[in-house]
């Protein structure tokens, strides 16, 4: 069998991790097996559009890395990947459910509909329609239909309802507990649990992997599948993801957007790598993973059936190992817009890179970075403690020594200024902190940071001594 699988997001805003994960899950599985991952956007919801919303997300894939085999972004025919634009698909097959009485209009008011929920919840019971318009003839519904606003809703058997899932295996619903679903509302436009059936179905989708808040109601769907006499795709419901406080990962408790992530610098690496170990354990306790080697090591028998925790302390230090175990080129470039919009002239290559190389070992975001770049190419700005500590006498000793010494050549390696810390002892008499606070304030404004070898091969010699005369 040839597995086909579909990631199919809904245009409302920014692609949420989550959203992530699931098109992950499906892109690896397809990957594995050999099939294929069509992207389809699922529209038919008019007032939660979000313009531009489709053409963002399709962008973000890109910037993450994952390709899809079939949609907007492979094929001419755009259209039929929007759901929007498949109405007439969605008219026929809901005049065939009509046909055989496994759906029905309804054509009951808001107001009406708001009251019984009411008076259920008043009572304690399950929220569902209580079947007002089931008994309507159908020649009088059909006479009804060409004027009066209305809903087609699917009939719901009496026997319980049972499907299995790849993650939690034999699931058992009572027909008592699933409502008379909207197929099709009052716009003309069908809701997500028809058109995705109907669309899985027409586009040859052979497994359905999504969150486990679609469990639910994946009865319906079933039923859809057996009222059409359609074979079951496989379901594949993913664990929900969790906030540390065991909640529903939700924007109130922090960012949920792929793309605030890659804003605050984390690299699209690492977001693959972190958001794959939401839900699937590898054989081993190995944590870290290329792409390409996710695609060889993925399996939907080891998709687990617990939530799993949106750790951020974790995805920090995920992003600070791939910052300093990737190559110093590809950290310089990325970081190269964060550094230029600061207004950083960075045309000296190897000062740029030396720079990069240090703040990539003190930080775990990109954007984080910038604040260990600064000192070296800016001006500093000294505190009035700062000057009290600079002006001090034995200070004062200490930058005039150096700056005489290093004026001798223009050349100095890590050895050499080693050596000139001890001379500076032997000299002057000044050691310890009274020696290192002013030599490190004078040339990187803080008294702490990296050594000073390595802030003077950053600075180069010569921004090195035009740093000291300053402060004499």
Not at 97 to 120: H, I, T, W
Request: overall charge neutral; glycine content about 6%; aromatic content about 10%.
């Amino acid at each position: 069998m040839s597995i086909k699988v579909r990631f199919a997001p809904s245009p409302t805003g920014y692609l949420h991790v989550g959203g992530l994960r699931t098109a992950l899950y499906n892109y690896l599985y397809a990957k594995k097996a050999g099939g294929k991952l069509v992207l389809r956007i699922e529209d038919t919801d008019q007032n939660r559009k979000v313009e531009g919303a489709e053409q963002l997300l399709i962008s973000t894939f890109e910037k993450i890395g994952i390709s899809f085999d079939e949609g907007p972004m492979q094929s001419g025919e755009d259209g039929h990947y929007f759901q929007s634009q498949r109405l007439d698909i969605y008219n026929n097959h809901i005049q065939l459910l009509l046909n055989n009485g496994n759906a029905y209009p309804c054509f009951c008011s808001a107001e009406r509909l708001e009251r019984v929920r009411d008076k259920q919840r008043e009572n304690k019971e399950t929220i569902i329609y209580d079947r007002h318009c089931l008994n309507i003839s159908k020649e009088a519904a059909k006479d009804r239909m060409k004027s009066e606003p209305h809903v087609i809703r699917m009939k719901i058997p009496d026997e319980d309802v049972v499907f299995y899932d790849v993650v939690r295996e034999k699931v058992s619903i009572k027909s008592s507990e699933i409502d008379d679903q909207v197929l099709m509302k009052t716009d003309g436009f069908p809701t997500y649990h028809f058109a995705n059936v109907v669309d899985d179905r027409l586009m040859g989708i052979t497994h359905v992997m999504r969150g486990e808040e679609w469990l639910p109601s994946t009865p319906k769907h079933v039923l859809l599948y057996q009222f059409f006499g359609w074979k079951l795709p496989k379901f594949i419901h993913l664990p929900l993801l969790l906030n540390p406080d065991k909640s529903k990962l939700s924007k109130r408790q922090g960012d949920v957007a792929v793309e605030d992530y890659l804003d605050k610098g984390y690299l699209p690496e690492t977001l693959i790598n972190f958001v794959a170990l939401l839900g699937w354990h590898p054989k081993n306790d190995r944590e870290f993973f290329t792409l390409k080697e996710l695609e060889e090591e993925f399996s939907i028998k080891r998709i687990q059936k617990a939530g799993a925790v949106f750790d951020i302390e974790k995805l920090k230090w995920m992003n600070g190992h791939y910052l300093r175990e990737n190559k110093l080129e590809e950290i310089a470039e990325k970081t190269r817009s964060v550094v230029t919009k600061a207004g950083l002239d960075i045309s000296d290559k190897r000062k740029y890179l030396s720079a990069i190389d240090n703040a990539r070992k003190r930080v775990d975001t990109i954007n984080d970075m910038l604040q260990h770049i600064l000192p070296f190419y800016q001006n500093l700005d000294f505190s009035k403690e700062d000057l009290k500590l600079l002006k001090k006498d034995s200070s004062q000793k200490v930058i005039n020594f150096w700056s005489e010494q290093l004026s001798s050549k223009s050349d100095w390696n890590e050895v050499e200024i080693k050596s000139l810390v001890k001379e500076t002892t032997t000299i002057t008499g000044v050691k310890g902190k009274d020696l290192f606070f002013p030599l490190r304030l004078a040339l990187f404004g803080s008294t702490q940071g990296p050594d000073i070898p390595l802030i003077i091969e950053i600075l180069g010699v010569e921004e090195t001594i035009k740093r000291f005369k300053m402060l004499l």
